[in-house]
């Protein structure tokens, strides 16, 4: 893997460094910033919204705090690394608390499954589900760290500019199984169907569907137990927060409110970005954090693009869309663990709804995170805070999500009150909901799809849309829609992959 800060970058005066400009303040953008700025660049982070945080954005009401996307942080070493290239250390700004259990996995009858780096405690579980799937946990888990030792280690901040790439890790790959879905490799180690959904779910993380996500993604397992699951005190948002400081620190700026419409480009290279007020803000790169599909659909003109053309674009898969409803309580749930999620009565049958039919079922699987288990500041006294996520299709369901929202945030609460929340409805007394549309509209998602491109073998990799733009000079994509991926450790190594293909500020002076 590549050792940020390895190479002292030499010293430019202010008004001789670069300008890099970052469309978008995701953890991408933010991550890519704190690198560019590390290489001499001279950064403007642009952001649509008027907070920063993208999908990491925070909502403050009537005393609450929700963080409205990411919840927890995994391979914490990705932000230490960002804090290092500025002189700093992560715990200055941030506090990081393990999660145990990782997650409590409720099943429709009511049993559950604590899932934890506690190999004993997850054996003891698995014999009492199924005695004969003890045996499978060892032989899962050497197999998701073979593949996390290339999938991750090797691959995860390596650029696949070249199709040959492709070619020199096939055969790793085969010898991998990345040929067989998530599920399917699960499948060969575990037979109780609860057992398989236990270690099957991680694509929904990424957006992926279990049953046809490669199993590339298994590697998620591993990667929990290898450095475990970890929140962050006062929430999502105070990491956000800690890049941006960082990014000031280095002399650079986080600009709110400015709405990138279009990327400006002069003989075949990215020179800056116009905005909806119809400034021009000039630049010797563009950094985009935006949805990819978006970047290229809407941001380039189809003149200059020979790859991601309309046509290619629209044809593309892309990953689910999410229902989220935020809502705090006048009373505590401390039954109820910080991260729960509840498996419905179906689930290969729910996942091909929603990727595949593409209908809203009356029946779902939900992710309910209660961060005030850990951080009580997250609520006013006696309180908690909550969001519940369903996984929904895209905007290609044709879903009218302004008229079904508020009856669908209805079934949820229904569900819950009749599980693991008593009375629930009586309780609420803070509520807002996030649909597929606001991620269209606010989050400008292409088809409202939460996690970009969906996660199958062929639009991974050097399929996926590339760091380094394939159709325009001096554009780079970090984020979920390239490569490696989404979640965290997705996209702040895609921002890592720059520091191979940015040269530094003072190389690019010199050019």
Not at 159 to 175: G, L, S
Not at 203 to 221: D, K, Q, R
Not at 241 to 262: F, P, S, T
Not at 480 to 491: D, E, K, Q, R, S
Request: glycine residues 8%.
């Amino acid at each position: 893997m590549l050792d940020p800060g390895s190479k002292p970058v030499p010293h430019l005066p202010r008004g001789h460094q670069p300008h890099a400009v970052v469309i978008g303040s995701g953890f991408g953008g933010l991550a890519a910033a704190v690198r560019l700025g590390a290489k001499g660049y001279r950064v403007t982070v642009l952001e649509k919204l008027d907070a920063p945080g993208g999908r990491a954005y925070v909502y403050r009401q009537d005393g609450f705090t929700f963080d409205a996307g990411p919840t927890i942080v995994t391979a914490p070493y990705l932000f230490e690394e960002l804090w290092k290239l500025c002189g700093k250390r992560l715990s200055d700004d941030v506090t990081l608390v393990p999660m145990t259990p990782f997650y409590r996995i409720r099943f429709h009858d009511g049993s559950f499954f604590d899932y934890s780096d506690d190999k004993e405690a997850v054996l003891k579980q698995i014999a009492q589900f199924c005695p004969e799937d003890v045996d499978g946990y060892d032989r899962f888990m050497k197999a998701s760290e073979a593949i996390f030792k290339v999938g991750f280690e090797q691959l995860g901040d390596m650029p696949f500019n070249n199709f040959t790439d492709m070619v020199k890790i096939a055969p790793d790959m085969i010898k991998l199984e990345s040929y067989r879905s998530v599920y399917n490799l699960v499948s060969k180690y575990f037979r109780d169907p609860r057992l398989r959904m236990v270690f099957s779910f991680h694509p929904l993380l990424v957006g992926g569907n279990p049953f046809s996500a490669t199993s590339v993604y298994c590697l998620i397992t591993f990667l929990e137990k290898h450095w475990g699951v970890h929140f962050a005190m006062g929430g999502t948002g105070r990491l956000i927060a800690g890049l941006v400081k960082l990014i000031e620190g280095q002399g650079n700026k986080v600009l709110c409110g400015q709405d990138v419409r279009e990327i400006v480009v002069e003989n075949g290279a990215a020179r800056g970005v116009r905005l909806a007020s119809g400034e021009i803000i000039k630049s010797d790169i563009v950094v985009s954090n935006a949805d990819s599909a978006s970047t290229y659909r809407y941001l380039l003109p189809a003149s200059v693009r020979s790859r991601w053309t309309d046509r290619k674009i629209e044809k593309a898969r892309y990953s689910m869309s999410l229902f989220l409803w935020y809502f705090g309580t006048k009373t505590k749930y401390p039954e109820v663990k910080h991260h729960t999620i509840l498996m419905g009565p179906r689930y290969k049958e729910l996942i091909t709804d929603i990727f595949k039919r593409k209908v809203c079922a009356d029946d779902f699987s939900l992710y309910l995170h209660r961060p005030t288990a850990t951080d009580p500041s997250l609520a006013p006294d006696g309180c908690d805070t909550f969001y519940v996520l369903s996984p929904v299709p895209h905007m290609q369901s044709g879903i009218d999500w302004q008229a079904k929202a508020e009856s669908y945030r209805k079934l949820i609460a229904q569900s819950l009150g009749a599980t693991i929340l008593p009375d629930l409805e009586n309780q609420v007394v803070s509520s807002r909901m996030l649909t597929p549309q606001d991620f269209q509209d606010r989050l400008s998602s292409f088809r409202g799809a939460a996690f970009g491109l969906e996660p199958v073998l062929t639009q991974s990799a050097w399929f996926r849309p590339h760091n380094l733009s394939e159709d325009v000079d001096r554009l780079y994509l970090v984020g979920a829609g390239t490569h490696p991926g989404a979640g965290l450790p997705g996209v702040l190594s895609s921002a890592r992959v720059l520091d191979a293909l940015v040269p530094d500020a003072h190389d690019l002076v010199s050019t």
